[in-house]
């Protein structure tokens, strides 16, 4: 298993990039959040966006990559707190279609060099972003006390890397077995395997693919190295219930770790 810095004052050079996924429809949300786009999710005065550009810009990440589909004026509009990182807007014009696309959109734009891909739908303690800014080469962090449902996308590893990405794990024999936060790290090394791994499934068919089906294809010649972060609180909100549980359970637990970290929004 791989370790985790204990604190950010451990971390190694941040990525040059962090591209930000917030194009998806969150077809799933239903009316929740009356079409708002789920990264302007206000939680306690701050939005989703806004905590991860700041908690970025903290971590030393000089650059963010936002590609945005659905309601994507509203959010290029959307007033973000003041912070010093430049702010990329990249448009997916098929954001109705799988995510894959939005990764490869990003990825094309991205300035050269290790690049940090992040779902926008999650609410998390500081340490949990602090742990892949603070990793090197191919690297997920990965929740070992989640329990699969089918609905979570789930990682397994075996020798102390990962190999498979998917929401029902074959039959192992795996080591750890965990939720994938949404958060990894690829290398400048991988950046263009990744492309060609992305291209490949959208050739056979895959425009509605998620982008993990771009990443096994890379895991099966690149092991991935991974950081648990069961011992923290976070969570993708997927769901009108979530919401709430982002409200009521894992903001009171992080709230004074992002205070400490942000200030008071």
């Known amino acids: 298993m791989s370790t985790a810095p204990a604190s950010t004052d451990a971390l190694a050079a941040p990525p040059a990039c962090a591209i930000v996924l917030a194009a998806g429809v969150s077809r799933r949300m239903g009316d929740a959040l009356a079409r708002m786009p789920k990264c302007l999710l206000r939680i306690d005065g701050r939005t989703l966006l806004d905590r991860h550009l700041l908690h970025l810009q903290r971590l030393g990440v000089p650059h963010v990559v936002l590609v945005t589909g659905y309601a994507a004026e509203r959010i290029a509009s959307h007033t973000v707190e003041a912070h010093r990182i430049v702010v990329q807007h990249v448009h997916n014009p098929n954001f109705r279609e799988g995510n894959i696309l ?6 094309t734009q991205a300035p050269e060099g290790d690049v940090l891909v992040m779902d926008a739908d999650v609410l998390y303690h500081p340490e949990v972003l602090a742990r892949i800014v603070g990793a090197s080469g191919l690297h997920f962090l990965l929740d070992e006390t989640s329990t ?8 397994a590893t075996r020798g102390g890397r990962v190999h498979l990405l998917a929401r029902t794990l074959p039959e192992g024999p795996w080591d750890v077995v965990g939720e994938t936060v949404g958060f990894f790290r690829v290398p400048a090394t991988l950046r263009s395997d990744l492309l060609d791994a992305i291209a490949a499934t959208v050739a056979a068919g895959g425009r509605d693919a998620e982008y993990e089906t771009a990443l096994n294809h890379l895991l099966e010649s690149h092991p991935g190295a991974f950081s648990p972060v069961g011992d923290l609180p976070w969570i993708e909100i997927d769901f009108p219930e979530d919401v709430e549980r982002a409200r009521s359970v894992v903001w009171p637990a992080i709230r004074e770790a992002e205070q400490a970290t942000l ?3």
């Open 263 to 265: 200030g008071a929004p």
């Open 148 to 155: 699969a449902t089918g609905e979570e996308m789930m990682v």
């Open 102 to 107: 939005s990764l490869r959109c990003g990825l």
